[in-house]
């Protein structure tokens, strides 16, 4: 068996960018109102903190979630900031937020308010499904503590 090699030639051209194209979200049908009144109220401040967010510095999911464990009572802002700036990392990919005060809700944003929603009822494997779709494995924990701690900050509608 005999192994010939072949030369390497280039092709002379326009480089052409490796750029993946742009994400298609599923139509989501659902609108904040087809939500309990306790989640409902989770939408502002994680909208708002979205908005602050964009063009923060990068963020240590585990420092960020050992401060909210060691505060006393944190808010419901500071709780918000922490989990959306934690998503991009649990997800692999930026979600998609809306700004606040729109009607419409985003694939990310349904998502989010049913584990909100979960973490509410106490539905203990509908949370576990929904993180374990969409979360990685070595981030659920942290981003099950994010949820359950801005559902326990008395964020109402």
């Keep these: 068996m005999s192994l010939s090699v072949q030369p390497l030639t280039l092709v002379s051209g326009p480089a052409v960018p ?16 087809d939500f309990p009144a306790e989640v409902r ?9 979205a908005l602050g967010c964009r063009s923060a510095a990068r963020f240590d999911v585990f420092d960020g979630c050992a401060r909210l464990a060691g505060a006393s009572a944190p808010s419901a802002e500071e709780v918000a900031r922490t989990l959306v700036r934690a998503l991009p990392e649990a997800l692999g990919q930026r979600p998609v937020l809306h700004r606040p005060g729109v009607g419409a809700l985003t694939f990310d944003e ?48």
């Excluded at 993946?20 to 904040?32: D, G, H, Q």
């Excluded at 109220?41 to 708002?48: A, E, F, K, T």
């Design 41 to 49: 109220g989770c939408l502002g401040p994680l909208r708002l903190a």
């Design 110 to 157: 349904a998502w989010l308010l049913r584990v909100l929603a979960a973490r509410c009822a106490g539905d203990d494997h509908t949370l576990a499904f929904l993180l374990n779709s969409r979360v990685a494995p070595a981030m659920v924990r942290q981003i099950a503590f994010l949820a359950g701690a801005l559902t326990e900050a008395g964020v109402t509608a």
């Design 18 to 33: 490796a750029v993946a194209p742009p994400r298609k979200l599923p139509a989501v049908r659902e609108t904040s109102t």
